[in-house]
């Protein structure tokens, strides 16, 4: 089908022209020359075999055969212009993010009404998903990542650090008085931040085999089901934060583990200047700044146990 159609810039100038009643006028609409824009007339005319226009001194007139082919080419460039528009003020207008399950529900959402106050005519829209999305799509402008900050066409502002460290109920809180004490309970969470942990607690050879954990694909599952008195979840303090304040969570031990990957906040390299992300940006950095004020004064070790 589109090998039938003449060529996109043809159509243009015939366009501008039976809208304007002028080749001068399409000319300067289109910032080309009038003898372009005569040229390009001519070739579409000597594509369809018929004479579109009757040039006369000052202006020109459509043909019956133009008269008739104007109005569906007004009406497309029409709809592709509304369709455009429409692009553009998605673009300028809506702020597109994705995220994981996890910091999305219970870091980012808390705080992001604070964002929407600051900036009301900029409407947010907020994916959650394990899957990595693709950001050089378009779909999204941003999006909340974990890794080492390095994505090739990305740049990447360090958001939060990934820790880990048991969290647990108030009900099973006096059955732990030493890590090892964890051994005997269920635990929740990524079987790999439980060895990496006992391994930073001195506990290097502990036996996971002999009480297997559950793992769970999404952290706050593993929480709720610390918090329902289930057993113990290993996650991150700065999620739960609000949790951890009313008591309804508690870390028994004073000791967190820093994964090898952080969060970072990504987008688009060839998008750093826009304004949306820039506000964003800053926004989420400084909330980031304020976030986890406390852990600074706990031990914090790395995920090879180093302090």
Not at 34 to 48: F, H, T
Not at 262 to 273: Q, R, T
Not at 281 to 305: E, M, P, T, Y
């Amino acid at each position: 089908m589109s090998t039938r159609l003449p060529p996109l810039p043809a159509v243009r100038a015939f366009e501008a022209a039976a809208r304007l009643g002028s080749f001068t006028r399409a000319a300067a609409e289109l910032h080309m020359t009038q003898a372009a824009v005569s040229y390009q007339i001519k070739q579409l005319e000597q594509r369809l075999g018929l004479r579109l226009f009757q040039r006369q001194p000052r202006n020109v007139a459509l043909t019956p055969a133009g008269q008739r082919l104007a109005p569906a080419v007004l009406d497309a460039f029409q709809r592709l212009n509304q369709a455009f528009e429409q692009l553009r003020e998605r673009t300028e207008t809506e702020l597109a993010i994705t995220a994981l399950p996890t910091i999305a529900a219970t870091w980012l959402v808390p705080r992001l009404g604070a964002f929407q106050l600051a900036h009301p005519r900029l409407a947010v829209r907020l994916d959650t998903g394990v899957p990595l999305v693709d950001l050089d799509q378009g779909e999204f402008d941003v999006g909340i990542r974990i890794g080492a900050g390095e994505w090739p066409g990305l740049r990447a502002d360090l958001l939060l650090p990934s820790l880990f460290t048991p969290l647990c109920s108030p009900a099973l809180r006096e059955r732990l008085r030493t890590p090892a004490d964890l051994l005997a309970l269920p635990r929740f969470g990524r079987e790999r931040w439980w060895r990496e942990w006992f391994v930073a607690a001195g506990l290097a050879d502990a036996d996971l085999a002999t009480k297997p954990g559950i793992e769970l694909a999404i952290e706050q599952h593993a929480v709720a089901s610390a918090i329902a008195g289930h057993g113990v979840a290993i996650s991150s303090p700065l999620f739960f934060e609000p949790e951890l304040a009313a008591g309804r969570l508690l870390q028994p031990f004073e000791l967190v583990v820093r994964d090898a990957r952080d969060y970072w906040l990504a987008y688009p390299a060839a998008h750093a200047n826009s304004g949306k992300i820039r506000a964003f940006r800053d926004w989420l950095l400084d909330q980031a700044a304020r976030s986890g004020s406390g852990i600074g004064a706990q031990r914090v070790a790395d995920g090879d146990g180093r302090q």
